[in-house]
T-cell receptor, first 111, second 115 residues
């Protein structure tokens, strides 16, 4: 089976840095994805890590440690528009492409 | 229009009725998915399809039926709607299952209420 744990809520102020952690238990793990979802909107892809280390895309970075079954999403220079839910998701080698999502972290950015 | 669309966007129905949610994508993506999203549960996979006429169950398939006669369409049918199927339904598509290309593109969602 598979399970993913991430905090339910995180708050921060504009300009700050926030890290959203995700721990997973899944057999045949292949990679870790992150998706962003604004209230009332559709999830949108942010990043994907198949290898250990940090992937940087603008203000957002994602990290994976396969040995620790752990990853995180790092958001820098927070803006009000970053207020959203963030989901980590894993896929498995045996069912490649089928994503298993965590329950999401609600990020609130205060002015 | 290019992209992935869902219809209807909102639907209210009664217990026991059959309901079909439509999903259409214009990218010719091979892979398509149906998810439901409920508070406290994140996104859960209902069914997915790897190509036309190829479908498979996800985590929560009971009470749902899918078909895929054409690559671009992937309708989801609730054969006899129940109140527990009140949810937001998202369709998604992907062009590949390999590495970063497994990015899934989500439709705008259908908010279904079963009374």
């Amino acid at each position: 089976g598979q399970s993913l744990e991430q905090p339910s809520e995180v708050t921060a102020v504009e300009g700050a840095i926030v890290q959203i952690n995700c721990t997973y238990q899944t057999s045949g793990f292949y990679g870790l994805s992150w998706y962003q979802q604004h209230d009332g909107g559709a999830p949108t892809f942010l990043s994907y890590n198949a290898l250990d280390g940090l992937e940087e895309t603008g203000r957002f970075s994602s990290f994976l440690s396969r040995s620790d079954s752990y990853g995180y999403l790092l958001l820098q220079e927070l803006q009000m528009k970053d207020s959203a839910s963030y989901f980590c998701a894993t896929d498995r080698g045996s069912t490649l492409g089928r994503l298993y999502f965590g329950r999401g972290t609600q990020l609130t950015v205060w002015p | 229009d290019a992209g992935i669309t869902q219809s209807p966007r909102y639907k209210i129905t009664e217990t026991g009725r059959q309901v079909t949610l439509m999903c259409h994508q214009t990218w010719s993506h091979s892979y398509m998915f149906w998810y439901r999203q409920d508070l406290g549960h994140g996104l859960r996979l209902i069914y997915y399809s790897a190509a036309a006429d190829i479908t498979d169950k996800g985590e929560v398939p009971d009470g749902y039926v899918v078909s895929r006669s054409k690559t671009e369409n992937f309708p989801l049918t609730l054969e006899s709607a129940t109140r527990s199927q009140t949810s937001v339904y998202f369709c998604a598509s992907s062009g590949s299952l390999a590495g970063a290309d497994n990015e899934q593109f989500f439709g705008p969602g259908t908010r279904l209420t079963v009374l």
